[in-house]
């Protein structure tokens, strides 16, 4: 079975610009949730999703951050403007709702470095 | 609010020793669930255990045990026998169910587990 994939797994941008990470859930999960990962501020949860709709982005930094799920097999997370502390490994992991299963399994990863 | 603190920032053993990673969390809830994740080199975090508030049995699998004692609100994680291939960054994660039925998971700092020959 796939389990999360994401892309890009790199992306190196400058500041100012528009970036885009995608991921694809494992199929048949109704949640989906991304992370942020740095040093200083360790994994951060940004927004879920149930059922392609956010639940909780209350972790979303600012503005320039969002986040979309059009269907049940993509989710976009944007960030635009983009800025050198946007840095981060941006995790993506999706799990399913069913009564007892609440693992979330995570994608690889998108390292996002900003100059 | 949860918590969770792994008050252990970095282990280092020779091959072979066994070693035990400390969780210790803080919620409210009486219903959650407790997971550690390993963060290997290659940067992915592998799922390797959910545990619910409700089962303070202590689990085995293969080298790696679990042991849930919630007087003490911990759940730590012994590797026996520990291998180079253990060395990554540990993950303690906490989830309560108050706020839906696949919440938020909280997760600790982290401890960064360095196994040599």
């Known amino acids: 079975d796939a389990g999360v994939i994401q892309s890009p797994r790199h992306e190196v941008t400058e500041m100012g610009q528009e970036v885009t990470l995608r991921c694809k859930p494992i199929s048949g999960h109704d949640y989906l949730f991304w992370y942020r990962q740095t040093m200083m501020r360790g994994l951060e949860l940004l927004i879920y999703?149930?059922?392609?709709?956010?639940?909780?982005d209350s972790g979303m930094p600012e503005d320039r951050f969002s986040a979309k799920m059009p269907n049940a097999s993509f989710s976009t997370l944007k960030i635009q403007p983009s800025e050198p502390r946007d840095s981060a490994v941006y995790f993506c992991a999706s799990s399913s709702g069913l009564a007892v299963r609440y693992e979330q399994y995570f994608g690889p990863g998108t390292r996002l470095t900003v100059t | 609010a949860q918590k969770v603190t792994q008050a252990q920032t970095e282990i280092s053993v020779v091959e072979k020793e066994d070693v035990t990673l400390d969780c210790v969390y803080e919620t409210r809830d009486t219903t959650y669930y407790l997971f550690w994740y390993k963060q290997p080199p290659s940067g992915e975090l592998v799922f390797l255990i959910r545990?619910?508030?409700?089962?303070?049995q202590n689990e085995i699998s293969g080298r790696y045990s679990w042991n849930f004692q919630k007087s003490t609100s911990s759940f730590n994680f012994t590797i026996t026998a520990s291998q180079v291939v253990d060395s990554a960054v540990y993950f303690c994660?906490?989830?309560?169910?108050?706020?839906?039925?696949?919440?938020?998971?909280?997760f600790g700092t982290g401890t960064r587990l360095q196994v040599t020959l």
């Open positions: 999703f149930n059922n392609n709709v956010p639940i909780d």
């Open positions: 545990r619910n508030s409700f089962d303070e």
């Open positions: 994660a906490l989830s309560e169910t108050s706020t839906g039925t696949a919440s938020k998971l909280t």
